[in-house]
């Protein structure tokens, strides 16, 4: 046993590190190849990614946000 301050400590074990449940990332992608990267929120089940708010229905972040026939890029 260590002293210290005229404490006497004995050795614990380090404690195990939370498993918090950890929220998937944003995986847009911008055509700059630009990662996003924020918490994601919107899972789309087209393409099986997820997607913050703001890219999910962004045409230019996420391509499966258009509506069939519709090319995006306007504006």
Do not use: Y
Not at 10 to 29: D, F, L, N, W, Y
Request: proline share 9%; with cysteine; hydrophobic share 30%.
């Amino acid at each position: 046993m260590g002293q210290i301050g005229g404490a006497a400590m004995k050795a614990q074990p380090a404690p195990e590190p939370a498993r918090a449940k950890t929220q998937p990332s944003c995986e847009a992608v911008s055509r700059l190849d630009e990662p996003c990267n924020q918490k994601a929120s919107v899972f789309c089940d087209r393409c099986e990614r997820w997607f913050c708010a703001a890219h999910a229905l962004d045409d230019e972040w996420h391509p499966c946000g258009l509506d069939p026939g519709d090319e995006g890029g306007e504006g």
